[in-house]
């Protein structure tokens, strides 16, 4: 570092002293290394969960997923709320809201079930977190296939970037990923399952398929019975 403040030192030509060049140097390179080790807003990161849980009826939906949240940045970001969609899918015309956040991937009755609240992810820290997507009578059943889903995320907080040019969304993507459907062998349980395109067997997709054929069916049985009574 000393060696690149005397090379520009010398590179001045004389219009200022060497002494001063080199103190602005360090000066600007003291304030930028404070800045990007202290200050620094980052992004938030995360994957494809290689798992999730699921469950759906006529009556609710449910999906859980376990989530790793990298914050790229030194500042902490608030996550204020987050949503699962199906952009590709037309029948799937509201978003499921987050419904709580969960100890583990596996539905049990000691889960440690809380409702949502925002919550910090520290500066240059992973955490993992276990969130529960859902909403009653979704009037949308998945069938035994791959979907793209998108959770979007609402933040504490505004980027330099997008308070300069007034673009700031509440909502943005945080992680678009794969929900393998095809797994889904028993959707009136609420049950775990891999997401892992490796791990189903052509049996399971059978099994998936009969499962979910049936729940469509009786869905659109149940809305067929609305429909005529709300007629007569």
């Known amino acids: 570092m000393t060696g690149l403040l005397l090379a520009v030192a010398q590179q001045s030509n004389g219009s200022l002293p060497a002494a001063a060049v080199v103190t602005a ?17 980052g992004v938030l990161r995360s994957w494809e969960p290689h798992s999730f849980a699921a469950a759906v009826t ?3 939906a449910r999906l859980r997923f376990p989530l790793v949240l990298l914050n790229t940045g030194a500042r902490a970001i608030v996550v204020v709320d987050l949503r699962l969609s199906f ?6 015309v509201l978003p499921l809201p987050w419904t709580s956040t969960r100890d583990r991937l596996r539905p049990e009755s000691e889960d440690g079930m809380r409702l949502p609240a925002p919550f910090a992810v520290g500066g240059r820290k992973a955490d993992q977190v276990f ?3 859902g ?8 069938e ?8 979007e995320v609402r933040l504490g907080h505004r980027r330099l970037l997008d308070r300069v040019l007034r673009r700031y969304r509440v909502w943005q993507p945080l ?5 393998r459907a095809g797994h889904i062998i028993s959707p009136g349980s609420y049950i775990a399952y891999s997401n892992r395109p490796s791990d189903r067997t052509k049996d399971d997709l059978r099994k998936a398929e009969a499962a979910l054929g049936a729940l469509l069916a009786k869905l659109q049985e149940s809305s067929a019975s609305g429909n005529g009574e709300t007629a007569s």
């Open 144 to 151: 035994a296939r791959d979907y793209r889903a998108v959770i």
């Open 87 to 92: 952009p590709d899918e037309e029948r799937s």
């Open 58 to 60: 006529p009556q609710m």
């Open 25 to 41: 140097c360090a000066l600007v390179f003291t304030v930028a290394s404070f800045w990007w080790l202290n200050a620094r807003q």
């Open 175 to 179: 992680l678009v990923f794969t929900i």
């Open 131 to 133: 969130i529960e997507f």
């Open 135 to 142: 909403a009653p009578f979704p009037g949308f059943v998945p």
